[in-house]
Every structure is written in C-alpha cells, then in structure tokens.
C-alpha cells in the first residue's frame, strides 16, 4: 500500500481508471453509507473545469463528488479525499471486493452504516434520553466486540446500555457482549445508575435471548428487547411471551449388552472406550473421536463417511483404532491434526471415566451425552448429563479452551433439562433407571482448564438468578494426562 498524496488531477484520474480497469469486483464506499458496487454502467469519471468528479449511481442514489487527492493506494483499495458543501473534506474509497483487504474493508463500513441505524432506533425509542456514546469500534482490552454496536444512554443521574444485532449477525451471541458492555459501563459511570439493557434483534430472531433473560436476575438489572424489520419497524419483545423450546427427549433405548462377534476384538483394543447411547447404539472411540459405531449386531466404520463393516474388514478397523490411540495420547506429536482435533470431545472421555473427580457426589452411570438435543444443530460445547446419590440431575458443560459464550451456553441447556424435569420425562422415557430423580432444579457444573476460563466468565455469572446453583471447576493444565482440580468456585466468585 503506497501512501504517498497524490493531488495532480490528471494523476488521480490515471491511477482512478488503472485501478478500475483491473479491479475484479470494484464497489464505492463512503463511511456511513452503503456500499456502491460499480460497473461499466453507473458511474463516470469526469473533468468538469478545474474539478474532477467522479458520479455513481443505482436505484436509489446518486453521488457526485469532487475529487480533491490520492491519499493510499493500492491493488485493493484506493484513499481518496472528496470535498462536501462549504469546502468539508471528507474521505471515499475505491474497493477490490475480489481482494481480501477489500472485502475486510467493506464489512468494517457495514458495522458503520448499521451503527447509523443503530442510533435511529434510539432515538425513537429514548427521545428524551441524551445518547451520550455508540460504538462499533472493538475494544480487546474490555471483550468488546465490533461485531455489535453498542450505546450509552443518560438522564441525569440515570442510564441505559444498549447493543444491537445486524441483520446478518449472530443474535445468539448479543446478549454476551450486552452483559459485558453493561458491566463496564457501571464500572466506570459510577455517578451514574445504569438502570438497565436494552437489545435490538432482527425480527424472528429474539427468541433464544427472550428465553435467557427469563432466568437472568431481574433485580439487578432492567431488560429491554426490541426487534426491528428491514423498513426499521420495531416492536417491543415480552420475554414471558416465547414459551416453546428448541428441544425434544427421545425415549431411551438401551444397547445390546455384550458386542457381537466378530467386533468384540475391535471393543477391546487399547484406548478404544465404548460408550452406550440413548438411542439403542454403542458409540466406539478413542478420547472422544468416534470411529465406528454398533446398531444391533451391525457395525458401521470410517472417520467420515461410514461404511458398514465386513468380517474381512476388521483389521483395516483395528488399523484405524490403533492410528488414533497412538495420535491421540498424551505426549504425542501436538501438530498432528487427530491430536489437535475435537478437544472437548477428548475432555468429554475425560470427564466421563473421571466423573468422580470433577464432583465426588456424581455417579458413574449412566451418563447421558447431548441430552435432550437441541434442534437449533451444533454448539460450541459439550454437555453431560449426570446425576448425584440423591438423585438430584447435574448439568456437567465442558470447554476446553476460553469462550466468552459459555455461562449463556450452558444456560441454555440447563432451561430444557429443567424443562423436561418438570415435566416427569426422564423418567417416563427410560432415564436414569432405577432411581428417584429429586424435583429440584438441576446444578450446573462448568469445566475447563482454569487458565481456559473467559475473563468475563464471572461477569456473566452475576447476572445468573439467584436459584441457579452453579459451580465452576477450574482443571489443571496437563488434563489430558488426567484431571487434577486446581480450583473450584460458586456462581461469580473471582480465584484467590
């Protein structure tokens, strides 16, 4: 990137039509406001006396700027300085969106046009509040992300913090980073009582955060959800309102006892761990990759495509099995891609022969993995269902490296295991046979390397009900070799 300034009109016009001719997707961006893509078509370059201007246009706009200088240059993106009314400057860019730089330089200018949006929608909804801050600027050193903007509202001595999800956002991640803005912005307007969290969601999008707030401490904080439709009409969400969960139990069905023949050699092979599922199959792994798995008397073999297994294919399975075992030990090659792959699955098989260690009043089985489903697809976690000598179920949520999502993670799973609690279903569908599961909500029980935790995990934590009993296990570094606890801590407490 040359950043020399270029101010000769006839060198700008130059390097202007250089950088179209052999841009592959060129596109107009002015901060603020939409991007342009250009073609052949809609848009012209033009000296007009002692001005070069340069106009683009499509259905719904159409610019015309005066071009003052060259301020960067390059094969993705051209700096120019345009000239406003009463003689502003201001600044343009010619993108590459075919470049990488481009494209990054495009997403940046779409959290600045949805910031503008952002602002509007305050100002509908507080219009006698001062907007004293937005943002969409990321801030590592607070967990901020540029991904949402974010908002300050004051009146007198009261506030609000705002965030708001864009329409191709992560709605699921939103209220992470609005617990976060909200805490810091407490911790640093100490003249002020920050009163509560208003969050802004695509409409149809809200529901999975509307069900989060219902188990957040509502005495510590005041929840506003708004939704808004692309023509920037909003409506006021009632949290109480959305009752449905994403979630179902299937009944229980237990596997076949022993492993027929001729798979029980594969069974028995050294670091193989075969681990019974609720749906009638036995899931045969080495530390938490499933390679091969048993319906009935039938397996089905292959770490991707499965393929159902013949006798004549039983040492290309053992094969298989012992490739992963020697991978997948501790002290082995750490750049080895099934070393490094799935670590929560490797911590899952973990905590399952270990279950004891992570909470001396669990039992060992049955242990239930992923249940009930979510029907939303995949996680960013792992979940365990376990349950202790008074019967009492135990949400056990593993992560194995830091993630600021994992208390609302985890939260969402322990509202469908209660759900289904209380409804009497786990029984009634075959769980945990033989035993009196207690009424009482279930305990969470968060697990990671506790140098893995989040700085904001304890953040997100103190805005947790006051009836959710959670408990966070902190584990030695070296967990693969086996668990060791370094510490354990209630709800919010910050280590010593």
């Known amino acids: 990137m040359k950043t020399a300034v270029t101010r000769d009109l006839g060198q700008i016009r130059v390097q202007i039509e250089e950088f179209l001719k052999n841009a592959r997707e060129p596109a107009l961006l002015e901060p603020g ?3 342009l893509p250009l073609s052949g078509e ?8 002692s001005r070069l201007t340069l106009q683009a246009w499509d259905r719904t706009r159409n610019w015309s700027r005066r071009l003052t200088a060259i301020t960067e240059s390059g094969n993705a993106r051209l700096a120019m300085t345009v000239e406003h009314f009463a003689r502003r400057e201001g600044q343009m860019f010619l993108l590459d969106l075919g470049r990488r730089s481009g494209v990054e330089l495009s997403k940046r200018t779409g959290r600045l ?7 509007l929608f305050l100002r509908r909804q507080f219009p006698e509040w001062t907007l004293a ?8 050193e607070h967990s901020l992300s540029p991904a949402f903007p974010r908002a300050y509202l004051k009146h007198g001595q009261h506030g609000w913090a705002a965030i708001a999800c864009p329409p191709d956002g992560d709605a699921s991640a939103v209220l992470t980073f609005g617990l976060i803005w909200l805490a810091y912005l407490r911790a640093r307007e100490r003249r002020v009582a920050l009163e509560g969290l208003a969050v802004y969601f695509p409409a149809g999008q809200e529901r999975g955060a509307a069900l989060r707030v219902l188990c957040l401490d509502a005495r510590s904080v005041r929840f506003e959800l708004f939704t808004y439709t692309p023509q920037d009409d909003m409506v006021r969400a009632e949290p109480r ?48 990759i499933e390679f091969a798995e048993l319906r009935g008397a039938d397996l089905f ?11 004549q294919h039983a040492p290309e399975i053992a094969r298989l099995a012992g490739e992963l075992d020697r991978a997948r030990q501790p002290g082995a090659d750490t750049a080895h891609p099934l070393y490094r792959q799935y670590p929560e699955a490797w911590l899952e098989s973990q905590a399952r022969a270990q279950i004891e260690t992570l909470d001396a009043t669990l039992c060992r089985s049955p242990i239930y993995g992923q249940v009930p489903a979510f029907v939303a697809g995949e996680r960013g976690v792992l979940d365990l269902l376990a349950v202790d000598r008074t ?30 609690l209380d409804r009497g279903e786990f029984s009634a569908n075959g769980y945990f046979p033989g035993m009196e599961l207690r009424a009482d909500p279930p305990r969470l029980l968060l697990v990671s390397p506790s140098l893995e935790y989040h700085p904001t995990t304890e953040t997100i934590l103190g805005y947790f009900a006051p009836g959710i009993e959670v408990e966070r296990v902190g584990l030695a570094v070296e967990w693969r070799r086996g668990l060791h606890v370094m510490f354990r801590l209630n709800g919010a407490q910050r280590p010593q």
């Open 241 to 288: 309102d959305y009752g449905n969960l994403d979630t179902r139990l299937e009944p229980c069905r237990r596997p076949a006892p022993n492993i027929a023949e001729p798979w029980q050699e594969i069974g028995d092979l050294p670091g193989v761990e075969r681990i019974s599922q609720q749906d009638g199959r036995t899931s045969l792994r080495v530390r938490g």
């Open 301 to 311: 073999f292959g770490l991707g495509e499965r393929r159902p297994a013949r006798a």
């Open 113 to 119: 046009v949805f910031r503008e949006r952002f602002r």
């Open 133 to 140: 801050e937005v943002s969409a600027e990321a801030d590592l």
């Open 42 to 49: 809609n848009y012209s370059l033009e000296m007009r006396g």
């Open 33 to 35: 406001e939409e991007l």
């Open 391 to 420: 019967g009492r179920l135990t949400v056990v949520e593993l992560k194995a490296s830091a993630d600021p999502h994992l208390p609302l993670q985890a939260l969402d799973y322990w509202v469908r295991v209660k759900w289904h």
